[in-house]
């Protein structure tokens, strides 16, 4: 499937978001994630259904002003 | 002590945690400023990587209350999702809610700020909006239902202080019991001190600590600075006069001619 993660394009395999960052190796409570500008909130990534072109970001805590 | 939407805060500083040399620097300016609260931010994690808990684990030694801003975001949608995504991880639905509209002033798109914060706090989050020292902006803000404003007094990042003291007295009389914290702008602890004398009830800055050659005296004098305004404010002061006026009393004084 073609996906954009964080603004680079990829080509992986993964029907679901939770799948995504297993491959990706993502892991920890203090992502989070969005598919297409909307949050995806951690107990719904493993039933959200990935599609092809599906733009996903996914942040974690920063220094900030 | 501050109480701010049904929180007691012990200091009125509010600091930002960018810019600064280390971890161990930032910590310590933290603990020297008297903060209790600080700001963060969220951004992308790189696949694999591990920054994130890093700075998450910093954060969370510091003991303080957690601030996070939508930094960056030029869209209402933007800001938006960015403040749900932060209530997510960092657990808390205060948000400093920034739109900007201009990316050389950064200053915030005011149109936007206040579409943003009517979709925030109809979904029960506490919105500081980042904004100009306009006082419809102001107004439309609170309609919006906004129960504090962060007016601007400069540029952020500029270190100007407050350019526009009219527009600041103003708000201040113009909104007597609404929360306002000066953020932005700020590069000197006089400036810190000379708008809490108008009555504005905390400060926030980031880039005058951070920035400084020494950032934990300059945190530490800015934590000064802010309580020596908030107290002057308190006390009185004496308004300006066009004529001098004796402090020595002129009774009894010798006469040698």
Not at chain 2, 231 to 252: K, Q
Request: with cysteine.
């Amino acid at each position: 499937m073609k996906l954009i993660v964080n603004g680079q394009a990829l080509e992986i395999d993964a029907s679901t978001l939770a799948e995504l960052l297993a491959a990706l190796d993502y892991e920890g409570d203090w992502l989070a994630t969005a598919v297409n500008s909307d949050l995806v909130h951690k107990t719904k990534r493993a039933e959200f259904q990935l599609s092809d072109g599906d733009r996903i970001e996914i942040l974690s805590p920063m220094a900030g002003g | 002590m501050f109480e701010l939407l049904g929180t007691t805060l012990p200091s009125r500083l509010f600091l930002g945690t960018a810019q600064y040399p280390s971890p161990a620097i930032l910590a310590d300016a933290v603990q020297a400023s008297g903060t209790s609260v600080v700001t963060v931010s969220l951004r992308r994690e790189m696949a694999g990587g591990r920054d994130g808990e890093k700075f998450w684990s910093l954060i969370r030694s510091l003991g303080t209350r957690i601030l996070p801003n939508t930094a960056g975001c030029h869209s209402v949608k933007e800001a938006v999702t960015t403040a749900k995504m932060a209530r997510e991880v960092f657990g808390t639905s205060w948000i400093k809610l920034e739109v900007i509209g201009n990316h050389d002033t950064l200053q915030p798109d005011v149109f936007g700020l206040v579409e943003a914060a009517r979709i925030l706090c109809d979904d029960g989050f506490a919105v500081f909006p980042y904004t100009t020292d306009d006082l419809v902006v102001a107004e439309r803000l609170l309609e919006a239902g906004c129960q504090t404003l962060m007016p601007w007094c400069a540029p952020i990042g500029s270190a100007l202080g407050p350019v526009n003291l009219t527009a600041l007295r103003s708000m201040r009389k113009h909104f007597p019991d609404v929360p306002m914290i000066v953020d932005a702008g700020l590069g000197r602890p006089s400036h810190a001190a000379t708008v809490m004398e108008l009555g504005f009830d905390a400060v926030l800055l980031n880039t005058a600590v951070a920035r400084a050659a020494d950032p934990v005296g300059m945190a530490r004098a800015f934590g000064k600075a802010v309580d020596a305004g908030r107290e002057a404010f308190l006390s009185g002061m004496l308004e300006p006069r066009d004529v001098a006026v004796p402090s020595t009393p002129t009774i009894g004084r010798a006469v040698f001619s």
